[in-house]
């Protein structure tokens, strides 16, 4: 099982990279490109499995770094850390290209079109059609159910994208597993800001 967790973390995180030059818009309103706060750290630094387990109330006892790039010349952050226990998993990407703006609507977020793998698109449809808009936190944000299995919230604030996954026995597509998400959601705003 938890093959398939960090197997599917890759092809949504490659899915993510991909769709981002897709669904990008620069930002024209005189943004500066001082990237200084851009941070070099991996997520799981920012964010270890100790911080993790106060925040969820889950008792975490590995975090793995799945993926990282960062390049403060450009402003380029993109890191995720996968945290696991024996019933709850939960992963945490974030990403930032520059002075890039995200879009703020819920299919350009999932990344809009189609990937050519019938499996896929019917998942990321069928999650289009769950969305719950999620109100004070960040510009925009989303709770979808992705297939009954994962449970994703996408944020937008300012340059930066925070997805937050859950899986496992403990999340279903509810309100427990919202609140989760948002308070995770809420602390790494609060890193990024």
Known sequence: MKFIFKSFLFVLAGLLIISCNENKSENNNGSTNDFSSVPDKKMCELLTKEMMSSITGIEFKEEMSTLHQTDKSTGKYVSQCGYHSDKENMAVLVRRFGNTIFPKEKEALMGGGKTGDAEI?????????????????????????????????????????????????????????????????????????
């Open 121 to 193: 698109d019917k998942m990321l449809d069928d999650a289009i059609k769950t969305c719950k808009t999620v109100s004070g936190l960040g510009d925009a944000a989303y709770f979808y159910d992705l297939g009954g299995i994962f449970n994703l919230i996408l944020v937008s604030d300012d340059y930066y994208q925070i997805h937050i996954t859950s899986y496992g026995k403990g999340f279903a597509f509810d309100e427990k597993t919202l609140e989760v998400s948002k308070k995770v959601a809420s602390e790494v705003i609060k890193i990024f800001k």
